[in-house]
């Protein structure tokens, strides 16, 4: 079954850092990865989502990329903002034996310091 | 923008009631779905739906039922709510574009608590 873990479980680093936050998933049997952010007590927001067929996927200041027959994903944050403090999860959409369903991450609670 | 609402921010509710909670997305989406969030067991999903009156199980269907008669809503329900339901409840909805899922786009989440 599916398997989602996230590396590491919290970080904290000084403004102005780059930094790369880990996903890993058992089953490269994916249609696709998505990164999320979620602010305490809120719901989720989608930063990227990459396809089974890309490699990697940007927006602004983000970068994440996928290595489908290794199970990794990999989210890339260029200078780093106390504005970015959130919690990151990362979630794939898998088909496998137990049915179709997403699988999240446990998520990685970032903290940028100013 | 894509806009998710729930009908409720935080519940309180009292062991054996019945409990809807109710979803509403503004742009037409196909999928719907509702997981439950809470610490040390992260997000997973209860139901969801790949169009109107079509619904499937996802991982911890057990005490839970839903409803989507129409395309814009989907409504998870606690038969007989316990305190073991207590948690956040996320709805998320996403198009399908040529046979390729969209992003998913969340609402705010329902707290609820069951006394």
């Known amino acids: 079954k599916q398997e989602v873990t996230q590396i590491p479980a919290a970080l904290s680093v000084p403004e102005g850092e780059n930094l790369v936050l880990n996903c890993s998933f058992t089953d490269s049997a994916i249609y696709n990865l998505q990164w999320f952010r979620q602010d305490p007590g809120k719901g989720l927001t989608s930063l990227l989502l990459i396809q089974s067929s890309q490699r990697e996927q940007t927006s602004g200041r983000l970068n994440a990329s996928l290595d489908k027959s290794s199970g990794r994903s990999t989210l890339y944050i260029a200078a780093s903002q106390p504005g970015d403090s959130a919690t990151y999860l990362c979630a794939v959409d898998t088909r496998d034996n137990y049915g179709q369903n997403f699988v999240f991450g446990p998520g990685t609670r970032l903290s940028v310091l100013p | 923008d894509v806009k998710v609402t729930q009908s409720s921010r935080y519940l309180v509710k009292r062991t054996g009631e019945k409990v809807f909670l109710e979803c509403v997305q503004d742009?037409?989406?196909?999928?719907m779905f509702w997981y439950r969030q809470d610490p040390g067991l992260g997000l997973r999903l209860i139901y969801f739906s790949y169009d109107v009156k079509m619904k499937e199980k996802g991982d911890i269907p057990e005490g839970y039922s839903v409803s989507r008669e129409k395309k814009e809503r989907f409504s998870l329900i606690l038969e007989s709510a316990s305190t073991n339901q207590t948690s956040m409840y996320l709805c998320?909805?996403?198009?399908?574009?040529?046979?390729?899922?969209?992003?998913?786009?969340f609402g705010p989440g329902t707290r609820l608590l069951v006394l």
């Open positions: 998320a909805s996403r198009f399908v574009r040529d046979g390729t899922s969209e992003t998913q786009y």
């Open positions: 742009m037409d989406h196909e999928n």
